[in-house]
């Protein structure tokens, strides 16, 4: 596990987009961003499920059964339907996670802390901050089920790639077919770049190396 982390980190979510596309895999979430200047996360999936607070009460705070079953190389994803109108995610459990050595955590929807989450370093991508509470309004689901986020599903094990251009999802199953590409389009990129460095034209690198045409090879 700890090899297919240190693989995937020395790639972007753009090459592993490329490579998720040319397999018709879902190739990206689309708004989801870094919430401020954090690190590249690279883990597998821990799931949250998100639902509205209602008659029917939660069995367990929001966060806390999936931060005491994470740990290192895991990431969490939460699945919050894209909600900005209330936070999911905050200080204390940005602490909490900080402290398991979870790598970060991906929000489909809004969190709040941004102040402290920045000082203590923990990585967060998310849609929106807002400093509205999740009490009464929104709560804990399931955890570890099959969930959506930004349209794409994710489960339990996934592996989850986030740097500054996004967000990228790798089903289980593909994780070595999805490597295999997506690191033939780094090196093929990084030849190109070093040949446009010796002085040659963009044009006969492109011929050359067919790059219009890297998804039909």
């Known amino acids: 596990m700890e090899g297919i982390i240190e693989k995937f980190k020395k790639l972007s979510t753009c090459n592993i987009s490329d490579a998720l596309d040319k397999l018709k895999l879902k190739s990206g979430i689309i708004g989801i961003r870094p919430a401020y200047d954090c690190k590249k996360i690279v883990g597998f999936a821990v799931t949250i499920k998100v639902t509205a607070a209602g008659e029917t009460k939660s069995k367990s705070h929001l966060g806390v059964d999936a931060i005491d079953i994470a740990g290192k190389n895991d990431v969490l994803v939460v699945d919050n339907g894209g909600r900005k109108d209330v936070s999911c995610w905050g200080e204390i459990l940005s602490n909490a996670a900080k402290l398991k050595g979870i790598e970060g955590i991906v929000i489909d929807g809004a969190f709040r802390d941004l102040d402290v989450i920045k000082k203590i370093g923990f990585p967060v991508y998310a849609r929106s901050v807002v400093p509205i509470t999740a009490r009464g309004r929104i709560m804990q689901e399931s955890v570890n089920s099959l969930i959506q986020c930004g349209g794409v599903q994710v ?63």
């Open 155 to 217: 489960r339990s094990k996934d592996l989850v790639i986030a740097d500054e251009n996004g967000v990228v999802i790798v089903p289980k199953e593909r994780i070595d077919e999805v490597y295999k590409i997506a690191i033939e389009f780094y090196k093929k990129e990084n030849k190109m770049i070093e040949e446009l460095k010796k002085g040659r034209s963009i044009t006969d690198v492109d011929k050359e190396y067919k790059y219009e045409k890297m998804m039909e090879d």
